[in-house]
């Protein structure tokens, strides 16, 4: 069976619903689709995550593979659109969160929030954890949209040091938010 190509394991599990088959395509793009994760978010246990919801979604979207191209080269363009919509997603959340300018007296009781109000209070609770210099560099960029070139010119930075700037707080944000959760 481990001579078997893509297409064929595809075709099998598609005519048989035999899981080995599938089994099989996982093992062999398991550790490449966590690589990709990986770059994406710098977080193993989050790319192993990540690379569970994309099989799951391979699984429920196989029957559209049509072989125009190489299975990798497909799974790849999932891996790479899912990744994409988790760090939207994230990137959603931290603008909502500035946006909204939660301040630290409105936190609820668990039981009385939504999904997304825990996503933000979650947030809430990293964005505390900043320095008060990233956390303004943070609210300056999303909450009132000023650009990385204004910012640069305020600051008196150039603006590849603004970027840097503003590229580590997403990361300590983005860090900080994954261990309070």
């Known amino acids: 069976m481990k001579n078997l190509t893509d297409e064929e394991l595809i075709s099998l599990y598609l ?8 089994e099989l395509l996982y093992q062999r793009y398991r550790r490449k689709v966590i690589g990709r994760c990986l770059r994406f978010v710098g977080d193993l246990a989050e790319a192993e995550d990540m690379t ?3 099989f799951i979604r391979l699984l429920d979207n196989l ?5 125009d191209s190489r299975f990798s080269t497909w ?8 990744c994409q919509d988790v760090i939207r997603r994230q990137h959603i959340i931290t603008r909502a969160y500035i946006s909204y300018g939660y301040d630290n007296d409105q936190i609820a009781h668990p039981d009385e ?3 997304v109000d825990m996503q933000i209070q979650h947030l809430q609770r990293a964005m505390r954890q900043l320095s008060e210099g990233e956390q303004q560099l943070l609210r300056t960029k999303y909450q009132l949209d ?3 070139q204004q910012i640069a010119d305020d600051e008196k930075l150039t603006l590849s040091a603004v970027k840097m700037r503003l ?9 900080t ?5």
């Open 177 to 181: 938010y994954m261990k309070s959760i």
């Open 63 to 67: 029957h559209s593979f049509k072989g």
């Open 52 to 54: 569970h919801d994309i």
């Open 146 to 148: 000023v650009s990385m």
């Open 167 to 175: 590229k580590r707080a997403r990361e300590r944000l983005q860090q």
């Open 75 to 82: 799974l790849y363009r999932i891996t790479h659109n899912h």
């Open 15 to 22: 005519h048989t619903n035999n899981h080995p088959y599938f």
């Open 113 to 115: 929030l939504s999904s």
